[in-house]
Every structure is written in C-alpha cells, then in structure tokens.
C-alpha cells in the first residue's frame, strides 16, 4: 500500500479512557489509522490488540500544553475529543482540560484541515451553576465559533465494563450496609451504553451523520437515581438499605471529600449540583432526530449488559446462584 492510498488517519484524544478505548475499538474495525493522543502513552499499550500490526500509534499528548496538541493532529484527517473530567485534581481543573483543551483540539484540527468529533455531556450549560456544566458549555461554544462544522455529542450517563458509575456503588455495595441517595434519589438519568457513544463516533469519522449539529445521546431507559441503584443491587444479588441524603448534606461532604489529597472522592459539591437537575435527552432533540434512533440506533438495555460486568461484585462471582442476596 502506498502513501497515497493509506485509509485516513483519525487522532483521538483520551483513546484510553473509558469512552476512548471504545471509540479506538470501533475504528480499528473499520480500518481507520488511529493515533491515540494521552498524557502517559507508556501505560496505553492494551490498546494494541485492538487492530491490526502498526494500525494503532501512540503519542503524548496533554490539552493544557498546545504545542502537544498541535504535534498530535499533524497529518490527522478527522480529530476525535474524548478528555473529559468529573472532578478537579491538581492543575488537571475543569477550566484547563474542558474548556482550554477543547478550544486547544478545535483550533489544531482546523490548522491542519481536519473535521471534529466533540463529546461534551447532556446538561452542558455555560451558564451552569455547576463548573464542570459551564466548561462543558463554553467548550461547546468555542468548538463551535472554531470549527461550525464540528460534530458535538452530548450522552447521558455512559454505561459498560469500566464505567465509574455502576461500578462505584457495586463496589461500595461489598462493604457498606447502605448507599446514598443524593436529593432523595430523584434525578433522573437515561444511561447509554458505551459501545453506541462509540458507533455514534465512528459514524461522524465516516461522515455518514450530518456535521455541525449537537446529538444527545441517552438509551432506552429512562431511570431515576434510586431506580439505577435498585437495578444495579439487583444484578449483585446484595440487599442494602437506600438512604436519602439531603443535597446540603452531601454538598457539604462533597467539599470536604474534595479537600482530602491523594484520594479520588466519592463525591464533590459540584457533582451534587449537577444531580439538582435531570440529565436526559431533551424534547428538542428528540423531535429533531439528534437522538440514537434518530440516527438508526436501537439502545442497547441496561439489563442487557449490567449483568457482563457486574457480576464481579455478586459474593462469589459468577458462581452466586440466582437470588442469593447478602
């Protein structure tokens, strides 16, 4: 094969982080030239298997330095932003990753005439009183008044394997004798699965969507906070009292959480103000068809695919009968 006739070659932001090694895995296997940009290229390496010998390259890459930025798209065709952050570590903070590092990415694709894949996240709002919300919004803004044709994808809550939902209160289900229930457990979700975020991206790389529109992607079940941890408790096989945890309450364990160094915290004051509102595909987007069955997509279930992975936190694994609870 010849240079000129190499498949396009789609450098992708964040490949090894739970959406990204998704994205990654749905383009090797439409035979795309993936360069995968992440700050520790060293620790990437299982990505490998994912394609074909040589189709799947690393280079390092941090949004908060441009010049890295602009050395990871040199010769890209399509650029794919998958970094996102759910809480501020050190100078890794909203302001730096989702809203200079997005404009960062926009700016290099379009020096290098590339097109733009953008996840953002549904409840983007520049004008949020959450910081995580607004960086997402203005991401958007600035994504757009860069590249107008760019495509923004807006999931819900992203299910499968190494999600930091599910997974996070599975976990806090082997050891605590309840979990909580911020705000009541009212807020609703509309959980997708992992794998369509990543058939959605794919899609916008093969330019089979239209370009420069925002699409919320949200599954087929709509789900209250309570109504996901039920399920979730359910597919463990483990009885645990749900506890209603006031939203000042949490907000105040979320700063002093978030105080704490060296720790991930289980929660942060800002994630308390985006649970405040619902996260679900809006009325708009529906009757626009920038939704996955607009696009052609049946969701897959939550039912379909908690069980894949959960199953790890069931008392002996995959070998707990059915309606063992402990």
């Known amino acids: 094969m010849t240079l000129s006739n190499l498949p396009p ?42 394609g074909n010998v040589g189709q799947i390259s690393f280079v390092q890459a941090n949004l908060r330095y441009r010049s890295s930025v602009d050395a990871a798209v040199q010769g890209a065709d399509h650029v794919v932003n998958c970094v996102g952050i759910l ?5 890794n903070g909203f302001d730096a990753v989702q809203d200079f590092g997005a404009r960062a990415v926009a700016e290099a694709a379009r020096s290098v005439g590339a097109t733009l894949t953008h996840i953002s996240a549904i409840g983007a709002d520049a004008k949020s009183d959450s910081v995580y919300a607004a960086t997402k919004g203005r991401a958007e803004a ?3 008044s860069i590249l107008p044709d760019a495509t ?28 909580p229930l911020v705000g009541g457990g009212k807020t609703k ?38 109504q996901c941890l039920e399920m979730m408790l359910d597919v463990v096989g483990r009885k645990r009292a749900l506890v209603n945890l006031p939203f000042g309450i949490a907000s105040l364990i979320g700063s002093i959480a978030s105080a704490v160094p060296l720790i991930t915290p289980p929660l942060t004051s800002d994630q308390v103000k985006l649970l405040k509102k619902d ?48």
């Open 142 to 144: 600035a994504v757009q």
């Open 152 to 179: 923004i994808l807006r999931p819900s809550i992203v299910f499968g394997p190494e999600d930091g939902f599910f997974n996070k209160f599975a976990s806090m289900a082997r050891i605590a004798p309840a979990l």
């Open 189 to 226: 979700f509309q959980p997708v699965y992992v794998g369509d975020v990543a058939e959605v991206v794919a899609r916008a790389v093969d330019g089979t969507i239209a370009r420069g529109k925002i699409y919320e992607l949200g599954g087929q079940d709509v789900a209250s906070f309570k």
């Open 279 to 326: 996260n679900v595909v809006s009325p708009a987007a529906k009757a626009e068809g920038r939704t996955l069955e607009g696009l052609g997509i049946q969701p897959v279930t939550m039912a379909a695919i908690l069980p894949t992975y959960l199953v790890q936190y069931r008392v002996h694994g995959q070998y707990t009968g059915s309606g063992k609870a402990a």
């Open 9 to 50: 070659l789609v450098t992708v932001f964040g490949g090894s982080g739970f959406v990204g090694r998704h994205v990654v895995r749905a383009l090797a296997k439409r035979g795309y030239r993936i360069r995968v940009a992440v700050r520790r290229p060293d620790l990437a390496g299982f990505l490998q298997p994912l």
């Open 87 to 91: 809480f501020e570590s050190g100078r």
